[in-house]
Nanobody
Framework: DVQLQASGGGLVQAGGSLRLSCATS????????IGWFRQTPGKEREGVSC????????YYADSVKGRFTISRDNAKNTIYLQMNSLKVEDTAVYYC?????????????WGEGTQVTVSS
């Protein structure tokens, strides 16, 4: 079974840093792009960052460019999101996400979220 498990959230003051991890299993990790989304109450889930399967390309939402860095360790089947210079508006539940091919179908998989709270 495909599993994604996010961790590393917590409470931090504005300007601080956190590193999120997403440990995965059940699929060939280095064949797929993996991403991070976040969601706050009353808002739609928004894409934060993603990384291509060969670590060639990365994407960042404008709101996090220059502050967040996504990386992957194919030996550990894990992706990371280093979050620096955190702002109050970064407060959200963060989810890792992958779209995995199963035969001719593509299925969405979400990890359980990890709460990030940035205090002023």
């Amino acid at each position: 079974d495909v599993q994604l498990q996010a961790s590393g959230g917590g409470l931090v003051q504005a300007g601080g840093s956190l590193r999120l991890s997403c440990a995965t299993s059940g699929f060939t990790f280095d064949d797929y792009e993996i991403g991070w989304f976040r969601q706050t109450p009353g808002k739609e889930r928004e894409g934060v960052s993603c990384i291509s399967r060969r670590d060639v390309n990365t994407y960042y939402a404008d709101s996090v460019k220059g502050r967040f860095t996504i990386s992957r360790d194919n030996a550990k089947n894990t992706i990371y999101l280093q979050m620096n210079s955190l702002k109050v508006e970064d407060t959200a539940v963060y989810y890792c996400y992958a779209e995995i091919q199963n035969g001719i179908m593509w299925n969405d998989y979400w990890g359980e979220g990890t709460q990030v709270t940035v205090s002023s």
